[in-house]
């Protein structure tokens, strides 16, 4: 009913940026908020970052100062600018969304998923 569509991941080396986008599409009604978790091998999925409304962002401790979100509305995309990047920040990537469908239906849905690898 909503997909989810991530690209531009990558290998980096450590220090360099990446961007990420995905893009929703289908029978959206209202999208509440978009955002970004992720999961490294061996390890629970975490929250990364989340845009409320398209006005508020918020980020987890461990990426703040160096990831940005941000999200072009005409679109239904939302971005995740990656700088500074840590091998700790190697995992994939998942974009999420809280959004209602037309058919009235409220969930949170989520992308496949972008891999991310840090390393020199």
């Known amino acids: 009913q909503v997909q989810l569509v991530e690209s531009g991941g990558g290998l980096v080396q450590p220090g360099g940026s990446l961007r990420l986008s995905c893009a929703a599409s289908?029978?959206?009604?209202?999208?509440?908020?978009m955002g970004w978790h992720r999961q490294a091998p061996g390890k629970q999925r975490e929250w990364v970052a989340v845009?409320?409304?398209?006005?508020?962002?918020n980020y987890a401790d461990s990426v703040k100062g160096r990831f940005t979100i941000s999200r072009d509305n005409t679109k239904n995309t939302v971005y995740l600018q990656m700088n500074s990047l840590r091998p700790e920040d190697t995992a994939i990537y998942y974009c999420?969304?809280?959004?209602?469908?037309?058919?009235?239906?409220?969930?949170?849905?989520w992308g496949q998923g972008t891999q991310v690898t840090v390393s020199s």
């Open positions: 289908g029978r959206i009604s209202t999208i509440y908020d």
């Open positions: 845009l409320t409304s398209g006005i508020r962002a």
């Open positions: 999420n969304t809280d959004a209602t469908t037309l058919s009235g239906l409220r969930s949170r849905f």
